[in-house]
């Protein structure tokens, strides 16, 4: 399932607004009369959530091949419970972070070599590539500066500056590789003006 029509992803840094925008699409997809499903990695399922509890512990000290195995665990759960099971039935599926996270924060943040990411990803989810990517772009310290006031404070947000400028700089380079599937947007704006970026994308692609 190359590029699954229907499958649409948010990615970016913390506080970059992402479930909020998936919210907004959703909402508008809905409007248009489609079926609409909003998801999130990690997470999605009750099995899901336990491991994302795992992972975001801020007590936990976790080896990072031991952090890329559980997100890929709760993925594998995720795609065969939740995703491919709604796409078939032509829902439209909107999830909040996918694989382009894990190689931007496993990959290019914790610095686990590539090709260990693609080799899992092959196994776990091959071909599963959502068709739509929004990168929702912002600068870091300020995406940080609306988590804490939000008070999210879990292992990652407590990671160094350095590490999420790594974060950052991994979605550039992924979406510099694939601009025709990942849509870059400017997230420094308001959630009015972003949005409106996101429908205009829509429009175009999705008549
Ligand atoms: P959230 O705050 O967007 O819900 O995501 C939870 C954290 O998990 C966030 O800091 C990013 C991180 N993450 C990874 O490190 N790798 C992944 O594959 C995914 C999906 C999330």
């Known amino acids: 399932m190359p590029g699954v029509k229907g499958f649409i ?4 840094i913390e506080g970059s607004g992402k479930s909020t925008q998936a919210k907004l699409l959703a909402e508008v997809l809905r409007g248009r009369r489609h079926q609409v499903l909003t998801t999130f990695e990690p997470g999605g399922t009750r099995i899901g959530q336990k ?3 795992l992972l975001l512990e801020p007590q936990n000290h976790m080896d990072p091949i031991t952090e890329l195995l559980l997100y890929y665990a709760s993925r594998a759960q995720h795609v065969r419970e939740v995703i491919y099971p709604a796409l078939l039935k032509n829902t439209v599926v909107i999830t909040d972070r996918f694989t382009d996270s894990t190689v931007a924060y496993q990959g290019y943040a914790r610095g686990l070599d590539l090709s260990i ?18 990168l929702l772009d ?12 939000a008070q999210k404070e879990d292992r990652f947000e ?13 979605f550039l380079s992924i979406a510099s590789e694939d601009p025709e599937r990942i849509k870059v947007i400017d997230a420094s704006r308001s959630t009015e003006e972003v949005s409106k970026d996101i429908n205009k994308v829509i429009e175009e ?3």
């Open 9 to 12: 992803s948010f990615e970016g």
């Open 51 to 53: 491991i994302r509890t």
């Open 117 to 134: 990411i693609t080799a899992l990803n092959d196994i776990v989810v091959p071909d599963m590539k959502p068709f739509l990517t929004f």
């Open 138 to 149: 912002m600068d870091v310290e300020e995406g940080l500066r609306r988590n804490r006031h």
């Open 158 to 170: 407590l990671e160094n500056i350095e590490f999420h400028n790594r974060v950052r700089k991994g």
């Open 205 to 207: 692609l999705w008549r």
